[in-house]
């Protein structure tokens, strides 16, 4: 008796090796993962029409002719949250539905930048210090009732928010519109930059607008940086970009180390024109102990530590196959958007 063919998922993924082996690692035992080479049109329109799904990992153009060429498909699924660049219409026309999965990862390291904007704004790290520190700043205990407290009572001076300001990020993927998402509740003014413009639909439901570098470095109260390393990016926000930012400006990252020059952005913190430092990524991992920003003041600094929660990981790789279940169990896919 023949052995019954497995339900095939053609897989786009433009990551690395390992990544992929995570991806294939995950699957149920129902599937067999196809993961072209190059992920071109091409090798797509080559391996498509033998595919029962078809999953592309957070970008790639899906047009009519792929979707035309896909004629077992049972479902669409962006990996990622950004599906712009799916035709919607030619989907809907083959009945082929449309579905996204945000990635657990990326909502983390969304999270992560949003923590710190935040911390920065309030002064947390300063705020924990002084709480902890012992020092009564001039006032005797007294307990606290409904007509008694004592409101700021270490005098901590700078502490702000981020409701209505504006916040410019270099690197627009799928953290950044998870980051736009979340600031959105926040009343923000969110101005963004990437290598290719996003519709103006999309940008829309992400309250996002398009803006040249310049832009984002010289009008932003926080700019963010999403960027990756590369010859183009590297010292981007050096110390002549840095000066350029507005006085009490923040600076926060979540990107490729390096990005940033650090020893500039130390200085820029004493000398008061940065109001604030984060960053979660560094040009060298572990930083050297003398790294000047490592003692500089109004600074948020954590280890890498964005969506290193492996656990998230290892069940991201099991759950991004959720909706080719629900489809064989002949349930409607979540997150559908055709």
Known sequence: MATPRKQRILFTIPRSEGHRQERREGAPQEFEIIIPKEGSKEEVLSLIGDADF????????????????????KLIQRVGA????????????AKIPV??????????????LLLQILALKKRLVEAHRRATSGELWGHTPGEVTYEYFVYNWSSLTGIGGIYHATIGILGFGEIAAELSKRLKNFQCTVLYNRRRRMPAVTEAELGATYATQERIITRSDVVANLLPLTPETKGLLNAAAIARM????????CGSGGVIDEVAAAQALRSGHLGGFATDSW????P???????QAPHTVLTPHIG?????????EDKEIYTNALRVLAGQDPQNRVA
């Open 288 to 294: 050297f102990p003398d790294n000047p920003i490592l």
């Open 307 to 315: 969506n290193a929660g492996l656990d998230v990981r290892l069940a």
């Open 54 to 73: 078809f999953f592309s990992e957070r970008s790639g153009v899906i047009d009519q002719e792929i979707i035309a060429a896909g004629k077992r498909l």
């Open 246 to 253: 507005k006085p009490g400006a923040i600076l926060v990252s």
């Open 99 to 112: 579905a996204f999965w945000p990635l657990a990862t990326c909502i983390m390291v969304a999270e992560h």
């Open 82 to 93: 950004l599906y712009y660049d799916i035709d919607l219409p030619a989907a809907r026309r």
């Open 283 to 286: 040009a060298y991992e572990p």
